[in-house]
């Protein structure tokens, strides 16, 4: 349902509060899922508690970078894990941090799927995926050529319910290590997407076929991470329109409108969703697509996400576009993005070269605040 924002006196739409469940927002500017290539050994480093709690603000969203849920969902370098003892333990003192400057944290649980290599997967095993095809593309996460993907495995039926119950046991980790909830990561043709997009999926099983089949695996992890941990503390990402990772759709419309209706079901706190725009992962694109038939259907909070700016994050909250606004490379590089818009004042401008470098200081907590810049 839209709601319009009156913008009051002195306040702009994303600098309103928000109530996200039982969660008190003080803004609507959440920090994206950003993956930053510096959790060393799939274990979270003790230099992600000055990034992130640079970041954090008294009632602000942030959620972490993509985290893996087991052993063979890694899908590039020095990417955190949360399936066992060791890497929850590791995200403790990050969460705590966090926790201290009072911000809400969600661990996004990911899973690549066959956006991997044989060199990222127990015993040089082929990547897990819904089919056997391989990926037709060569680039990298940075947008650069010249990877490699190895031929994927099929999933059996079995290994599928086990891949949900891994969702489910990396949700429980993320309690245990203090988060406030997790996202399912169900975007930017990881494995959850390639299940759903019918020119990625090939099944001819329960798993595979209309679009209730492609959606049967996302909607049974959101169940299953849901009956764990409450419904309360879960969120999922979607990217219908996207391509990512030679993962698209022949039709996205009905893609999201059946995920965003679907996850009505199991009561999900909130549906986090790329704008039709980022076609591509790196520039905007003219599209006559829009999300708002997935805004209206969709009955929890909803989140959009896309090369967003401060105007036009302020007018998709004005006009009720959407309840939040998820901002990736500007946050990156603004620790201090919602006193930036606030008052209005210059961004630093990103360093692309740095997104995935593995210095734990350069393009990662480098980037100034305001007051240092004075």
Known sequence: MEVKIKETEGAIPLLTPYKLGNFNLSHRIVLAPLTRARSYNLIAQPHA????????????????????????????????GIWTKEQTEAWKPIVKAVHEKGGIFFCQLWHAGRV???????????????????????????????????PPRRLTVEEISQVVNDFRMAAKNAIEAGFDGVEIHGANGYLVDQFMKD????????????IENRCRFPLEIVRAVAEEIGAHRVGIR??????????????????????????????TLYCHVIEPRMITQYEKQETKSCLLPMRKAFKGTFIV????????????IGRGGADLVAFGRLFLANP?????????????????????THDPVVGYTDYPFLEDQS
């Open 199 to 210: 020119q990625v999926n090939d099944r001819t099983d329960d798993y595979g076929g209309s």
């Open 336 to 356: 201090d993005l919602p006193r930036r818009f606030e008052l209005n004042s210059v961004l630093n401008k990103y360093d692309r070269s740095t997104f995935y």
């Open 305 to 316: 996400a896309g090369g967003y700016n401060r105007d036009d994050g302020n007018e998709v």
């Open 116 to 150: 991997s290599n044989y060199s990222f997967q127990p015993n040089g095993d082929p990547p897990v995926s819904c089919t056997d095809k391989a990926i037709q593309i060569e680039h990298h996460i940075d947008g650069s050529g010249g990877a490699i993907f190895s």
């Open 49 to 80: 508690i000055l990034y992130y709690s640079q970041r954090t603000t008294e009632g602000g969203l942030l959620i972490t970078e993509a985290s893996g849920i087991s052993e063979t969902a890694q899908g590039c370098p020095h990417t955190p």
């Open 238 to 267: 979607l990217s219908p329109y996207a391509n990512y990772n030679d993962s698209r759709d022949l039709n996205p419309d009905a893609l999201g409108l059946y995920m965003a209706e679907a996850l009505n079901k199991y009561s």
